[in-house]
């Protein structure tokens, strides 16, 4: 009886707090591994101190324990910025109005890829540096962690494939999950590499690094939130917040909004391994 009271907390806890779940995270990684150069690879674990072959992917999800441990907590703000906007009728993102004193995605982007470039970084800070970029450069790529309406979804009830959750979990988790269609994110992310490389769906990886720099860490970083947010308008709540309310969004929703999903994950893998790229050789491809 305790014991199933204390499954189902912990349950309730991450169903409400994960970011893209360990799939999502783990596919983004598993992309940015497929991208990074040998340099890069050597630097990332070297800091990890890892030689795994999952290296990036087995801490991709940390960040998201480490908030709920009791010396963690202060990090929570940073797995999101929370957009002061008007769904659906207008979606954006100001640095000064929604990046917390507490922080925000974006500055901790900004924070950690600085000290990660600093060789006077400890390696136990940059150990968590990289574990946080890694992160939150997945974050960042979910619409609603660009979001502040209803706690970025999170109070929003819906109902997907006949189970009661909320908007928010499952743009981090459902749709993510129907989307692999039972691969795990290392197959996932080959996938996508293959749709990458070959231009698939329209995609032209090309153009996602367009104005990425590091000379320009937070306009970059507010570049792919406000791309991120627009798809709160234009997909995620796109008929208000009613409409989602209702019926189960395992169908037709899915099928009007998956592609969202699909590029969003591409994209932060893609751009994950060109960030690290340029933070170990200056340039964004090996
Ligand atoms: C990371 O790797 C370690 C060592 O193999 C393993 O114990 C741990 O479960 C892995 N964690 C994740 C999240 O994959
Ligand atoms: C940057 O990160 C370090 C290490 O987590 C933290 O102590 C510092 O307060 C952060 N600075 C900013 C401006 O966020
Ligand atoms: C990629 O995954 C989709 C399911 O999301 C599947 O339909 C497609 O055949 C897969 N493509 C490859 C090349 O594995
Ligand atoms: C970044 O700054 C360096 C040094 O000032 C400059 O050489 C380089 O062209 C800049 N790169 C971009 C993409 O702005
Ligand atoms: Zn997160």
């Known amino acids: ?6 499954v189902a907390t912990i349950f309730l806890l991450t169903r409400l707090t994960n970011a893209w779940g360990t799939l999502g995270h783990e596919t983004i990684a598993w992309i940015a591994q497929s991208y990074v150069s040998s340099t890069t690879k050597a630097s990332v ?4 101190s890892s030689t795994a072959s999952d290296y990036m992917a087995n801490v991709s999800t940390w960040a998201d324990s480490y908030r709920y441990t009791s010396g963690g907590g202060w990090s929570a703000p940073l797995h999101y910025i929370d957009a002061k906007d008007n769904p659906p009728e ?5 640095y000064n109005r929604d990046c917390g004193e507490a922080g925000c995605s974006v500055s901790a982007i900004v924070n950690y890829t600085s000290i990660l470039l600093d060789e006077k970084s400890k390696s136990s800070t940059k150990l968590d540096a990289m574990r946080f970029v890694i992160h939150f450069v997945g974050d960042l790529h979910q619409p609603l962690h660009d979001e502040a309406l209803d706690v970025g979804g999170n109070t929003i009830s819906v109902t997907y494939d006949g189970e009661k959750t909320n908007l928010h979990h499952i743009w981090d988790t459902e749709i993510v999950e129907q989307l692999a269609d039972g691969q795990d994110a290392e ?4 996938n996508l590499t293959t749709a990458i490389q070959a231009g698939d769906y329209g995609w032209d990886a090309g153009s996602w690094l367009d104005g990425v720099s590091l000379n320009e860490t937070q306009t970059t970083a507010m ?6 947010n ?3 308008c234009a997909d995620v709540l796109a008929a208000g917040v009613d409409a ?3 019926g189960d969004l395992s169908g037709t929703y899915y099928k009007a909004h998956y592609d969202v999903a699909r590029i969003q994950i591409a994209r932060a893998g893609y751009r994950l391994g060109a960030w690290l790229n340029l933070i170990y050789t200056g340039q964004t491809s090996g």
């Open 244 to 246: 989602v309310e209702e």
């Open 230 to 232: 627009a798809f709160v």
């Open 223 to 228: 570049a792919w939130a406000s791309e991120a």
């Open 45 to 48: 674990q070297s800091i990890l």
């Open 90 to 94: 207008s979606c954006s993102v100001d």
């Open 187 to 190: 197959g996932f992310a080959k």
């Open 1 to 6: 009886m305790l014991s199933s009271l204390v």
